[in-house]
């Protein structure tokens, strides 16, 4: 009975998805990908290859850049500076905890990487797309 208990609590754990996401490949101010749908228990793992970034949650509207320090939004994230100035390729383990849509970009420069396109979705929706956000943090 106790192993049967045990397997059945840790599905949630065993049945999560690890999602890879690139910060600045090719020196590029990006995320690759720039959008992921991601169940609750599910990691967003974010690897910093070039420059010095963030991945920090910000408003979908409005006064998208720069994100604010400490993000935006109940179970939103902010990784703080994460400089692969030394190759270390540093590493932002979010572990997604609902399913609502959640807007990042990167806060460097006093939001010149986040008007440059430096952004990020998880779980955008019909009414609240990627390209929404993109096209509002360019303007901001």
């Keep these: 009975m106790f192993a049967k208990a045990l397997f059945l609590a840790l599905i949630p754990s065993i049945l999560a998805v690890n999602h890879a996401v690139t910060v600045g490949a090719n020196n590029a101010l990006s995320f690759t990908p720039t959008t992921v749908v991601a169940a609750v228990g599910d990691t967003v793992t974010f690897t910093v290859v070039s420059r010095n970034h963030s991945t920090t949650t910000t408003n979908f509207s409005g006064a998208v850049c720069p994100p604010p320090v400490g993000g935006v939004g109940v179970n939103g994230w902010d990784s703080g500076f994460l400089s692969d100035l030394d190759g270390s390729q540093p590493k932002f383990v979010y572990t997604v905890k609902d399913t609502l849509p959640h807007f990042a970009a990167c806060m460097q420069a006093a939001g010149a990487h986040c008007r440059a396109g430096m952004t990020f979705a998880l779980?955008?929706?019909?009414?609240?797309?990627y390209a929404q956000f993109l096209k509002n943090a360019e303007a901001s």
């Design 123 to 129: 779980n955008p929706t019909a009414s609240q797309t």
